[in-house]
């Protein structure tokens, strides 16, 4: 009798933990690979105790989140600052529009050495690469202008939509190549120097803090525009999976780790406040 019932408790047992298990509700959230994924990664199990299974997409190439997220087959995207997503909501139907639901953290942007190791070194008819997408090109336009090597219109700022016919003054005669974000890194060795996105130059193993010759300062207005959100449908705004990522993410634990993470020092930099217990 004795064994029937320790039998029974055990059978119950299991049955409560599978049945626990089979309650965790799945997020789906699609992002890139270095800082976003790796931020993620840290919150998996914190997601779990509160009964939800994160599972991450790696996209590399910046235009196939969005749509995937409009579409259902993601239940998030986090690699997009608010200029970015902007161009994107501008270019789509209402039905397939997104919002920002949760700020993370800044990358500033930085111009980087490819042949010429220095500034220095800058000459008539250098090539500099800089990343093609609408809102992404106008950044690299202004660090190119706050660096001093070229000017644009005034007023110019980040809502502006420039490229490189906008530029109003070039005393070297600069060679701007436009280029997809993901390919500048890999194009180091063919041009002087290359603006290139914080999450692609720490994939690609450089150090903004160290590594840039030029670097967006984190305290001014870049910082606060080009914040990276999660981002989701406008009908999940304000659902529990949702408050779910805010509240794991918020924590002392997250924003040390974007502090202390040897591979983010100086290029990945905490916008949130860590909410209250």
């Excluded at 890194?185 to 603006?195: C, E, H, I, K, N």
């Excluded at 001014?220 to 659902?239: I, L, P, S, W």
């Amino acid at each position: 009798m004795k064994k029937l019932i320790a039998l029974a408790l055990v059978l119950v047992l299991s049955l409560s933990v599978s049945l626990a298990l089979a309650e965790n509700q799945k997020i789906v959230i699609g992002a890139t690979p270095s800082p976003h994924v790796i931020i993620l990664e840290q919150v998996v199990e914190d997601l779990k105790a509160l009964g939800y299974d994160l599972e991450i997409q790696t996209f590399t190439e910046y235009p196939i989140p969005n749509p995937a997220t409009a579409a259902g087959e993601l239940d998030a995207n986090y690699f997009q600052h608010l200029p970015y997503l902007n161009a994107y909501n501008e270019a789509v139907s209402d039905e397939e529009k997104l919002v920002a639901v949760i700020p993370v953290h800044y990358e500033p942007y930085g111009l980087y050495a490819g042949t010429k190791s220095s500034l220095d070194e800058l000459a008539e008819g250098d090539t500099i690469a800089i990343t093609n997408d609408p809102s992404n090109e106008t950044r690299a336009l202004l660090l190119l202008q706050d660096a001093g090597l070229i000017k644009l219109p005034e007023g110019a700022n980040a809502n502006s939509t420039l490229t490189v016919l906008d530029i109003v003054e070039n005393e070297k005669k600069l060679d701007i190549k436009e280029l997809n974000a993901e390919l500048i890194p890999q194009s180091l060795g063919d041009v002087a120097y290359a603006v290139i996105n914080g999450n692609y130059a720490i994939g690609a193993g450089l150090s903004p803090a160290k590594d840039a010759l030029f670097l967006e300062p984190a305290d001014g207005e870049a910082g606060v525009t080009y914040t990276n959100y999660v981002v989701v449908r406008a009908e999940d705004a304000e659902a529990d999976f949702v408050e779910a990522l805010r509240k794991v993410l918020y924590t002392q634990k997250i924003k040390d780790f974007i502090l202390n993470y040897e591979d983010f020092k100086g290029g990945v930099i905490p916008t949130f406040e860590v909410a209250a217990e």
